[in-house]
């Protein structure tokens, strides 16, 4: 099973109709589009991505679906729009979703970085409401995605050590394949 299908298996599994929902890094719209889909009229996905061009090619794949109306989209670093997102919607979002990285077939200069992604995970946290999920695939084979993979990989043994249910996955390949970090919010914390 790819990473992108076991994402999608959980949200499946976790989403209810109504559901706020957050695509951090929307690229090209597939995760957008499974949220929206899963959280129904009545819900709501956040979209967000640094790039114009990724937010259009979101747009147009929720169009074809027929689901432009349940998305909120903002062009804008990930790290600073969940900030802002915290003013409204602290402790309510059932799922947040990161695909780290670049976008495919755009400017590989163009990439999330370590930095940002902490500011971004620790924004996302304060946003998850209580069972909440978090789901973080780092991609490792570019420059720059060691090292932010790394800092994925501390924040979420961090979490772990106070408590809350955190689980990896990455396929078995030889040369630095993604991997997936995925943690449940518990309650109480």
């Known amino acids: 099973m790819q990473l992108t299908e076991k994402v999608h298996q959980l949200l499946s599994k976790h989403l209810q109709l109504g559901d706020l929902t957050i695509d951090a890094t929307a690229g090209n719209g597939y995760d957008t589009q499974l949220l929206a889909e899963k959280v129904g009229t009545e819900g709501t996905v956040i979209a967000i991505d640094i790039q114009e061009r990724a937010l259009e090619a979101t747009r147009a794949k929720l169009a074809a679906a027929q689901l432009t109306e349940r998305a909120i989209f903002h062009c804008a670093d990930h790290a600073i729009q969940l900030k ?3 003013a409204t919607h602290s402790s309510t979002a059932a799922a947040i979703v990161f695909n780290l990285g670049y976008l495919p077939g ?3 200069s163009i ?6 992604t902490q500011k971004a995970l620790d924004a996302a946290y304060q946003l998850l409401r209580k069972g909440g999920l978090l789901c973080v695939t780092a991609y490792r084979g570019h420059p720059g ?3 932010e ?6 924040w979420m043994q961090a979490q772990k050590a106070i408590g809350h249910q955190v689980e990896s996955h990455q396929p078995p390949a030889s040369n630095n394949p993604p991997i997936l970090w995925v943690l ?3 309650s109480g914390l």
């Not at 990439?111 to 940002?116: C, F, G, L, V």
């Open 145 to 147: 995605g060691m090292e």
């Open 184 to 186: 449940t919010k518990r």
């Open 84 to 86: 802002v997102l915290l």
């Open 106 to 108: 755009s400017d590989k």
């Open 149 to 154: 993979a790394q800092a994925v990989a501390e």
């Open 111 to 116: 990439q999330t970085e370590s930095t940002n």
